[in-house]
C-alpha cells in the first residue's frame, strides 16, 4: 500500500515537472525570446535563490507594420521551482506553490524573426503582490511610446 502511494506521489510529481515546460514550449518563437529575456534578468539579482521558469501568458501583442517588422508585447506570469538558480536542465524542476508569482511584461522590436537592439527592449518584472494598477498603465504607455517614435501603430486595449 505504501508502496502504491509512493509511485503516485512520484508519478504526479513527473506530471507537474512536464507541465512546467509545457506552457513554455507551447509558445511561438518570438514569445520565447522575451521570456527568455526576462527570466535572465531576473536570474541576475542577487536576490534570487531559485530558478523560475513561465507559467502562463496574460496578454500578447504582435504589431506587424510591414518590412518583416514586429513590435511585440507580452505580459505574462514567471513562477518559483524547487531548482535553485542557475539550474541548466530545467526539465525535472517542479513550481514551488509558497512563492509570489512574478507578473512580466516586455516589449521589443524584431526584424526577421530577430529582437533588435533599437529600440532597446523593455522589461518589466514585479512580484504580484506589488503590481499596480498605475504600473499596468507605465507598462503599456513605455510600449505604445517605443512604438510610436518608430512610426507603428499604438497596442491595442492590452488590460
Request: hydrophobic share 40%; glycine share 6%.
Amino acid at each position: 500500500m505504501a508502496a502504491a502511494l509512493l509511485w503516485l506521489l512520484a508519478a504526479g510529481t513527473l506530471l507537474v515537472s512536464a507541465r512546467a515546460n509545457e506552457a513554455y514550449d507551447l509558445l511561438h518563437e518570438t514569445y520565447k525570446k522575451g521570456v527568455d529575456l526576462a527570466v535572465g534578468q531576473l536570474n541576475s539579482h542577487v536576490g534570487i535563490n531559485h530558478h523560475f521558469l513561465f507559467f502562463k501568458s496574460l496578454s500578447k501583442s504582435d504589431i506587424q507594420p510591414g518590412f518583416d517588422v514586429a513590435y511585440i508585447y507580452h505580459n505574462f506570469v514567471l513562477k518559483a521551482t524547487k531548482c535553485s538558480k542557475g539550474t541548466v536542465d530545467t526539465s525535472n524542476c517542479p513550481f514551488r506553490n509558497n512563492r509570489p508569482l512574478i507578473d512580466c511584461a516586455v516589449c521589443y522590436k524584431t526584424y526577421n524573426g530577430v529582437m533588435e537592439a533599437a529600440p532597446k527592449p523593455y522589461i518589466h518584472c514585479i512580484h504580484r503582490p506589488a503590481l499596480t494598477e498605475v504600473m499596468k498603465t507605465a507598462r503599456i504607455n513605455h510600449c505604445n511610446d517605443m512604438r510610436y517614435h518608430s512610426g507603428a501603430p499604438t497596442l491595442p486595449n492590452c488590460h
